[in-house]
């Protein structure tokens, strides 16, 4: 039987769909017995909105001060402080779980596979390396926990309608206070959140500009999606990096998304492989982006951009 | 703080597209241009920007891999490291014996801060950095975009998927290089020269006599799957009819 505690990501009143997603690949191993840990210094909302996800077994509430933030050196060895009792450790692939989860596998001796995109067995997993360009099957040593991020990109949330029930615990361990949140500056935008949103529009370094990039934003809102951007974009300063999509940004799956003055480098098209349909807008016919497009316009995208805005309207 | 430690991993370079081998035993990278891993580049430039404010005295550069590995090591002499340190494995090591040999190399030189990339473009497994953190006891401070030391403390900007988390941390500690934390500076023939002359430790993997983790085993390596090749519309109004025909719009 495997026993799985994901550790749930949240800010602090709302639970992430993410979480939804790790549950949606527990639920693949043989035999799983699903809990969720939710640490936070009072985790009860999110505690109750866990209980809530389709196959949890059961909800364990760590309720600390220190975890008022998912701070990962003081998250952590609470984690691994109740480990003994599980055979997997899941988090998802998001900065959160890449930030925490690395660190847990090392205070338990192990090594973490990182980013499964599917579940063959307790201990075997398939992961992308090489920004996508190969997908390696891999085997977890037996008799150790298997610790393990989820590539969000590659399972639905798992369904709600569940309540499990919720596990106050307290927990024994050294907490260290040598790193201390001072603040988050979100991104304001009232557009759908990229991570999950069902459209996507992205421009890349074709924009040209910081200016330009309003056509990509109108365009969104037109389409009610959410904006991202290519590396190139990001690298050249037009958008912030939390709209980067990619290898080394987010990886995403909506339903449309949309390329507009992208290319289509390996490390973009990593970000968006699980995408439902892909438009591309590119001037330069042999761009790679044609190769995965299920539409692709050859055209300038700074005619054809408000011209779709304007069919849209 | 007297030293920094960096870690330059050597990477199939970014602009090749690497393939899986026929017989599924791996990724074929015989012949290919071999480099410095992109975020271990910014996380030298990192290094160097600091010790040229005056904020720390010397930077070491550190790469676990074969005697090629030399070569990388070497363009980040040129880039301005003072030293190098080549912990030398023909095999490749998981991220747990990598952040054990690094911790090591913690032991032995007391930096007061270590730059790593906050992922490798190989692998990408995003560990390392974290690993070394938790086996050291120290903060870690991933996905950096923003570093500012004030003494024995750092203010440290991260790219988060929300946007920028602003933490205090205390030294010494481990922080992840994100993309924009700084544009790397150019190699100049001169300083490769320069490069030459400077010392390159090259210690066996097994004189660290660091234990080795159980490592994850790879089984089979296959191509993704390719996705169809669609279809070319004329203009915006087939676009759109195309999209309203998929119910996308």
Redesign the interface.
Known sequence: MSKVLIIAEHDGTALNPSTAKCVACASALPDAEIHVAVLHSNGADVAAAASGIAGVAKVVQIDHESSEHAVAAAIAPQVVSIAADYSHLFGPSTTFGKDLMPRIAALLGVNQISDVMSVLGSHSFQRPIYAGNAIVTLEAPAGLPVVATVRTASYRAAGSGNNAGIEVVSVDAEIPAHTRFVGLQAGKSDRPDLQTASKVVSGGRALGSAENFDIIYQLADALGAGVGASRAAVDAGYVPNEMQVGQTGKIIAPELYVAIGISGAIQHLTGIKDAGTIVAINKDADAPIFEVADIGLVADLFKVVPELQAALD | MDKILVGLKRV?D?NV????RSDGTG?DIDGVKMSINP?DEIALEEALRIRERGEAGEVIVASIGGDETQQQLRTGLAMGADRAILVNSAEPV???TA?RVFLELVNREQPGLVILG??A???????????????W???????A?EVVLDGDKA?IT?????????????LP?VITA???LNEPRYVKLPDIMKAKKKPLDNIPLQELEVES????????????ED???????????A??A??KD?G??
């Open positions: 199939v970014y597209r690497v393939r899986v990724v975020f998981d991220p747990l952040a906050k992922q473009i190989d692998n990408d497994n995003i560990q390392t950095g974290q690993m070394l953190a938790a086996l006891g120290r903060p870690q401070a991933t996905f975009s203010s991260r790219e988060v998927d929300v946007g920028l988390e602003s933490i205090e941390i205390d500690a994100d993309l924009r983790a159980t490592p994850i085993r790879e089984l089979k390596f296959e191509p993704p996705r169809q090749k669609g279809v070319v519309v004329e203009d915006v109004p676009l759109v195309v999209l998929k996308l719009i």
